[in-house]
């Protein structure tokens, strides 16, 4: 009877899912991986090409850049998408969060931006980090003549989050307790303990990077799909198809 009711409880649908006739693909971390992420539309375009829905939603979840050796490719390949695909939407991660700081004159993190990835996006705009580190004064104006018009505009409008349906999209996480339209956009960024921890049912699905993971990580409130793509070459991908959920991965 036990081994029985286990697999009805395995049968049973998720408690939050999209409509059935919408289809949304989220990415994770990307980190400077333009190879990755290019292998990885092309898997997604494909399925919807031979597949379509009538309402689709291709998600990236954040940290776009830093870290993987091609920052500025990134964001030209999708500055380049985004114009032809209405449906996709660009969240913003903190990597995103601290470079538009840098931008701003807010020197406080400029070696920490460094030493966590931000040295190889500043190659990576043809920027020596050693000369941002000698003269912090001047490096926001250095970021500002390197980094094209293009991504300081994309980089200053990516929103914190995207809800379809019963389903939330975000790079970090969200505070417990808290009600969706409340969230401190520092959380939505940057949480990881409370928002890990916390086994409270959130009202939504919460689809999350951020939070490095050997495999997507499920949950009934959330699920994490950081898995490392600039350091393990995996670049993954949620598909919420209705009420079935599958991966998609690089090097899968």
Known sequence: MNRLTALFRRAEPPAY???????????GDVHGRRDLLEELLARIDAERAADPRPCEHLVLLGDLIDRGPDSRGVLDLLLERQAADPSMTILGGNHEAMLVAMLDGNLRDLESWL???????????????????????GAPALLRAAIP?????????LPDLLRVGDVLFVHAGIRPGVALDAQDPQDLRWIRTPFLRSTADHGVLVVHGHTV??????????IAIDTGASATGRLTALCLDGADRRFLATGA
């Open 17 to 27: 899912a999209l409509p059935a006739d919408t289809r949304a693909y989220a990415i």
């Open 149 to 157: 018009e293009a991504h300081v505009a994309l980089l200053r409008a």
């Open 213 to 222: 993971v050997g495999e997507p990580d499920i949950h009934p409130n959330r």
């Open 115 to 137: 030493h966590f990835g931000g040295e190889e996006c500043a190659v990576s705009y043809e920027l020596d980090p050693i000369a941002l580190l000698a003269d912090p004064a």
